[in-house]
């Protein structure tokens, strides 16, 4: 079946416009979640979703940056007027469910954000 | 707060032998999970195994193997026979296994990446 969906690929902006990024996880997956990858770093969780509960934003490194759910399915991660240091590959992730701690996690190609 | 270490930033290895990466975390936890995730050029993140800290058994894939050691919190991963398609970005990466918490979270090493020289 379909792997977990990601768009744009990749996208250059301008420093101080905004950006949305979208994830389209696996079909019957609950849980989703959002990692930055920084050059040299490793991954950085940013946000998490699960179901209808309210959702884990406590990696979010500023309030420039939000993320949605809607219906339970795709999410939109948007960062507003955008820095340079917001240059990174963003990456989403879904699983059937969080709460089943072995659940594995299928990670998408992510979107390589670039402002200039 | 857990953290995973990955000491070597790059490594290579000739096509068909074996090579080791290494992998060091910090807990407090006696109950969790220990993976090691593959990324290629492409970014995806792919599982290539994966450790329950209850078991003693090292997990096994194929060529694909780890070495556990839960007193002394290492993790590495060996790669036997080498392929040029095994050339990518490694990630070590932990995930607490007890009820309540953040146990939905993977925390990453900052990854090493394989070179396989034919």
């Known amino acids: 079946g379909a792997g977990v969906s990601q768009s744009p690929s990749n996208k250059v902006t301008e420093k101080g416009k905004d950006v949305e990024l979208r994830c389209d996880p696996i079909?019957?997956?609950?849980?989703l979640y959002w990692y930055r990858q920084s050059l040299g770093q490793g991954l950085e969780f940013l946000i998490y979703f699960q179901g209808n509960s309210a959702p884990d934003k406590s990696g979010l490194p500023s309030d420039r940056f939000s993320a949605e759910r809607t219906g339970g399915s795709v999410s939109t991660l948007t960062i507003q007027r955008t820095q340079q240091e917001d240059s990174a590959v963003y990456l989403c992730?879904?699983?059937?469910?969080?709460?089943?701690?072995?659940?594995?996690?299928?990670f998408g190609n992510g979107t390589r954000l670039t402002v200039t | 707060a857990q953290t995973v270490t990955q000491s070597q930033p790059e490594m290579s290895v000739q096509e068909a032998e074996t090579v080791t990466l290494s992998c060091t975390y910090d807990?407090?936890?006696?109950?969790?999970?220990l993976f090691w995730y593959k990324q290629p050029p492409s970014r995806q993140m792919i599982l290539v195994i994966r450790q329950e800290a209850y078991k003693q058994q090292n997990a096994t894939e194929n060529r694909f193997s780890v070495n556990f050691q839960k007193a002394a919190k290492s993790f590495s991963l060996k790669i036997s026979d080498s392929q040029l398609g095994d050339a990518a970005m490694y990630f070590c990466?932990?995930?607490?296994?007890?009820?309540?918490?953040?146990?939905?979270?993977?925390?990453f090493g900052k990854g090493t990446l394989l070179t396989v020289n034919p």
């Open positions: 079909s019957g997956h609950t849980a």
């Open positions: 990466a932990y995930r607490s296994r007890n009820s309540g918490g953040s146990n939905y979270k993977l925390t």
């Open positions: 992730a879904s699983s059937r469910t969080g709460a089943m701690r072995n659940s594995p996690l299928h």
């Open positions: 807990t407090s936890e006696s109950d969790y999970y």
